[in-house]
């Protein structure tokens, strides 16, 4: 009878996971009992193929915000399928209607990556208005001569206006840390008005057009969703200032990039600072990377060695809440 139920068990908790993560968190499903972990165990993406065989008959799946879990993945799963875990706190990745569907829970990682991501936004904005890249660059190529009074000069953040598109999480920790230095005036925008958070900052809520026409530097963290695709285009480029700043560190597809490219290079907007992009990786020859004034990263917002590794416990734990049909740390209401 033991072993009968061992193996029971066993069935019942068969994971598939879709990277090498951070130790930390595949320590907390190598130790849970009945516990069986697969793992495409590299810094690679795990090819298509891999992840449809992977997924096959599995109860749990961790998987990163690159992985596109579509019909065909749910398909390929089976029924058994019954948590998904993804190490993000973005998730339009994830095929929802499909997996509400299937009656499948997700779990997913906010919170924990808020502060990592917002520091990064900010190092963005400095980088791209201050033209950090741009200088350290003169300094290597010997194009620094000698002190020049108009040389290499940017905008600061002193009594500026910072428009914030999507005042979440994200974008109140953006805030928060901008406002010691000395922004005169927030500005948002979102599907709605959140008075509790914009207190805090004094921030109003407008519209976008009026967030691109008074903002001295915007911030994108929203949500990717129908509504905000391509929502920065040719149109809001358009109506923000000449010596305004752009910054992303949402999600790729928020940005129209023909048309950020066209605003830069014909000097609609001052400068962009970009951690995502569509596609990522980002082709070497994009036309994005041949502009001074555009400062593009690897998609590294929660980059932080305590970040990440916390980001794997808390996807470990949400998988391990689900298939014991526990409350997740963390889930996603579908």
Known sequence: ???GRSRAVGAAMSVFVTRRIPAEGLRVLSQATGCRVQQWDSEEPVPRAE?????????????????????????AAGPSLKVISTMSVGFDHLALDEIKKRGIRVGYTPDVLTDATAELSVALLLSACRRLPEAAEQVKSGGWTTWKPLWMCGYGLSDSTVGIIGLGRIGQA??????????????????????????????????????????????????LTPATQGMCNKDFFGRMKK?????NTSRGAVVNQEDLYDALAHGQIAAAGLDVTTPEPLPTDHPLLSLK????????????????????VLAANNLLAGLRGEPMPHELKL
């Open 243 to 247: 010596t305004s700043v752009f910054v």
């Open 174 to 223: 953006v805030a928060r840390r901008l406002k010691p230095f000395g922004v005169r005036k927030f500005l948002y925008t979102g599907s709605g008005p959140k008075p509790e958070s914009a207190a805090e900052f004094g921030a109003e809520f407008v519209p976008l057009t009026r967030l691109a026409e008074e903002s001295d530097f915007v911030v994108v963290t929203c949500a």
């Open 293 to 312: 004034n555009c400062v593009v990263l690897p998609h590294i917002g929660s980059a932080t060695y305590t970040t990440r590794s916390t980001m794997a």
């Open 1 to 3: 009878v033991g072993s």
């Open 51 to 75: 992840l449809l065989a992977g997924v096959a008959g599995t109860r749990g799946l961790l998987c990163l915000l690159s992985d596109r879990i579509d019909r065909e993945v749910l398909e």
